[in-house]
């Protein structure tokens, strides 16, 4: 369910500290966090197994597994492990690591989950460099299901590791509540803005807005920091701090300044900066460029956009991205972006970060910082 530009978010570094690691040391902080991925993948083969099933479904889950969960940039589920990090103020303990890590491949795998159900609903042909899941050979509508075993994998490792922990019950709810936001935001997006038929009378900026907090925002920005301040027994209130709402507060507007930011740089980057070549013209994408031009666009510029938009033709897109640059759409958003970074500097800056008096773990700021620090002014 989730689009791609959400793949692209390089969120927290593997730091307790303000400062960037190394490239050698984010590559060591991903293959220690695929080893962990090894290991959760065998416990659940295992239980799987323990119910008798036969070698070829055993066979056929663990290649669901491999195929579907590691691949990518895992930025959600590392950034949950640099969250705990930040929080403790100080280096993991292996178990600490080990169940931090944990709650970030149960991210990777509500991920995985939202894109194989979501290739199929948009017809897609690849993923990660690679055929979607139910394009290859034999797979086809079974990949239904197999999407629903990936997302039950979550609840088997929760429950294996977490059931005598305090926060259990937190950590289930906030994966279920999730899920069914993340669903909310599908739905919407699905019926404003279908591939295959064009209506510009369903888009509007807040129509764009709810899709990408419900959609993106979520589970890509707050998901990983909610599962981390949980493990680290952060209270749901402190005083008349609320926590969890600060922190929601925070993500939410990050997350959708971080997709307005993606909108952008499919219409602006170049395929060397961004890695790709921009569709969402083509492919009808309800997004912040369109939603801006529509909100501003002269009646013979609308008619144009009308005439032009989502039509799987490189002239037509030629034609969209010249009413852009008329409505001086680089300009608007250097203006947006100056603007959504303000506000979240000064929704960072209203944490207090206040001792508490029983010593309980208190937010920091960093964790925020860390995020706005890795989007800020990005070009890929």
């Not at 050698?24 to 966090?33: I, M, T």
């Not at 999407?147 to 059931?163: G, T």
């Not at 998901?223 to 680290?232: E, F, K, Q, R, W």
């Amino acid at each position: 369910m989730a689009p791609s530009p959400m793949i692209k978010t390089e969120v927290a570094s593997a730091a307790a500290t303000a400062s960037k690691p190394t490239t050698n040391g984010k590559q060591a902080a991903r293959l220690r966090f695929e080893d962990v991925f090894e290991t959760l993948r065998n416990e659940i083969i295992a239980d799987f197994a323990s119910k008798g099933m036969p070698e070829d479904a055993v066979e056929w889950y663990k290649r669901s597994l491999n195929y579907n969960t590691p691949g990518g940039k895992l930025n959600r589920g590392l950034s949950v492990v640099d969250t705990v990090r930040i929080l403790k103020g100080s280096d993991l303990t292996e178990e600490e690591y080990f169940k931090s890590a944990l709650l970030g491949w149960c991210v990777e795998l509500l991920q995985a989950f939202f894109l194989v159900s979501d290739d199929m609903m948009d017809n897609s042909v690849t993923r990660r460099g690679q055929p979607c899941w139910f394009r290859v050979d034999g797979v086809n509508m079974l990949a239904i299901n197999d999407s629903f075993m990936l997302e039950s994998a979550i609840y088997f490792l929760l429950r294996k590791h977490f059931r005598q922990d305090a926060c259990y019950v937190d950590l289930l709810e906030l994966f279920h509540d999730v899920t069914y936001l993340t669903e909310m935001g599908q739905l919407l997006d699905l019926i404003t803005a279908p591939e295959d038929q064009v209506d510009l009378s369903k888009f509007s900026l807040e129509r764009h807005r709810l899709i990408v907090v419900y959609k993106t925002a979520y589970y890509s920005f707050y998901l990983p920091v909610a599962l981390a301040m949980h493990m680290s027994g952060i209270p749901v209130s402190q005083g008349s701090f609320k926590p969890y709402d600060a922190a929601k507060d925070i993500l939410i507007p990050l997350g959708e300044y971080f997709q307005v930011q993606d909108d952008f740089l499919d219409f602006a980057g170049t395929p060397e900066q961004i890695g790709k070549i921009g569709t969402d013209i083509l492919d009808n994408k309800c997004s912040w460029c369109i939603n801006t031009a529509l909100a501003v666009a002269t009646p013979e510029q609308r008619a144009l956009l009308d005439e032009n938009y989502g039509r799987k033709d490189s002239a037509k897109e030629r034609k969209v991205k010249e009413i852009y640059e008329e409505l001086d759409m680089r300009g608007r958003y250097a203006k947006y972006e100056e603007g959504a970074y303000k506000k979240i500097i000064g929704l960072i800056e209203s944490v207090p970060e206040t001792p508490t008096a029983d010593g309980s773990p208190v937010l920091k700021r960093e964790v925020f910082k860390a995020f706005l620090d890795k989007i800020y002014k990005r070009t890929k």
